[in-house]
């Protein structure tokens, strides 16, 4: 089946660093692929779709100049979390389809700010 | 705009219980449902699909039908099992948005033995 793998899996910062998030389609191309944030015990929150060769499409809220996302290939998108503060701590989820309706989810990224 | 409702959680049954957690929907056209199961820490896994109405989907014991009378898709198991114990979120996709997904809020279920 269709694997998105994240990297790295958990990270910790100090308060003003950016860190940065990959999601990987490690067995098909995705032209689209979307990043989730997740609350303890809450859903997911879309945050924006990322698209190949674009710019990506953020949803309302959502800050374009913090939440940095580049989709340089069929396989990989980047989220980068500049001058990351603690209410920036959460899940961070990619998901990634082959083109019809079903998305493949990566196993997410626990971001921690101190 | 599209919405998704769930049964508020937690669910705690005993094993081999009988599971059904409810979901509605709300959405401008056809769309594709969908159950996720996600295990603490880690990210989603697709439970099972339903494409089109009357569409039955089915994995691991658990079943849903798409019922568009209704705008539903309940998720329903026979007996759970303690290792079942999870968060389920209902989930749907607009088939022209490349996949892009509505969730519900999720439901915690905890198996007992």
Redesign the interface.
């Known amino acids: 089946g269709a694997v998105v793998s994240q990297h790295p899996s958990w990270v910790i910062c100090k308060s003003g660093t950016s860190v940065k998030i990959e999601c990987r389609s490690l067995d098909f191309q995705a032209t689209t692929m979307f990043w989730y944030r997740q609350f303890p015990k809450k859903s997911l929150m879309l945050m924006a779709t990322s698209n190949e060769g674009s710019k990506a499409t953020y949803e309302q809220g959502v800050e374009k100049d913090k939440f940095l996302i580049n989709h340089a290939s069929l396989t990989l998108s980047t989220l980068t979390v500049t001058s990351a503060h603690p209410e920036d701590s959460s899940f961070y989820i990619c998901s990634a389809g082959e083109g019809g309706d079903t998305q493949y989810f990566g196993p997410g990224t626990r971001l921690t700010v101190l | 705009g599209n919405s998704v409702t769930q049964m508020e959680g937690p669910v705690t049954l005993s094993e081999e219980a009988f599971l059904t957690i409810n979901c509605t929907y709300t959405a401008t056209g056809y ?2 449902l ?1 159950w ?1 199961v996600q295990y603490p ?6 439970l099972l ?1 339903a ?1 089109k109405a009357d569409d039955k989907g089915s994995n691991k014991g658990f079943e849903a039908t798409y019922r568009k009378e209704t705008t539903s898709f309940h998720l329903e198991k026979g007996s759970v099992q303690v290792s079942d114990s999870a968060v389920y ?1 209902c989930a749907l ?3 022209t948005n ?4 509505t ?4 439901t ?1 279920l905890t198996v007992k033995p």
Do not use: I, M, R, V
């Open positions: 769309p594709s969908f996720y820490g880690e990210g989603l896994q697709l699909k494409t979120f996709s607009e088939n490349a996949g892009k997904s969730f519900g809020d999720g915690t």
